[in-house]
């Protein structure tokens, strides 16, 4: 599977931006989700979705702003995220794996599949 991150951009705080992650080469697998990773820190997990529940995700710092979504026919997934505030501001990663837990859901290693990274910057 090779997964395309896009739709990153400068903001600034209180806008809304909309990512995608479109996949190739095969179905994503049961889970889809996204990452982000600010300079010096962590790579931290922000949303999940189950490809055939559709069930979604969140990490607390983003719940009530951001929304996860996904387009089975486009075979895409979305991270709808409103109320950007700057400390939003890192690259995010789209992670997919064909047989991750729910479990292990929130951590990064556990993913198979990696975009290359789509950097969103919310200014002040």
């Known amino acids: 599977v090779q997964l395309q991150a896009s739709g990153g951009g400068l903001v600034q705080a209180g806008d809304s931006l909309r990512l995608f992650c479109a996949a190739s080469?095969?179905?994503?697998?049961?889970?889809v989700s996204w990452f982000r990773q600010a300079p010096g820190k962590e790579r931290d997990f922000v949303a999940a979705?189950?490809?055939?529940?559709?069930?979604?995700y969140y990490a607390d710092s983003v719940k009530g702003r951001f929304t996860i979504s996904r387009d089975n026919a486009k075979n895409t997934v979305y991270l709808q995220m409103n109320s950007l505030e700057p400390e939003d501001t890192a690259v995010y990663y789209c992670?997919?794996?064909?047989?991750?837990?729910?479990?292990?859901?929130?951590?990064?290693?556990?993913?198979?599949?990696w975009g290359q990274g789509t950097q969103v910057t919310v200014s002040s």
């Open positions: 992670a997919a794996s064909p047989s991750l837990i729910r479990s292990s859901m929130t951590i990064a290693d556990e993913y198979t599949y």
């Open positions: 080469g095969r179905t994503f697998g049961r889970y």
């Open positions: 979705i189950n490809w055939n529940t559709v069930r979604t």
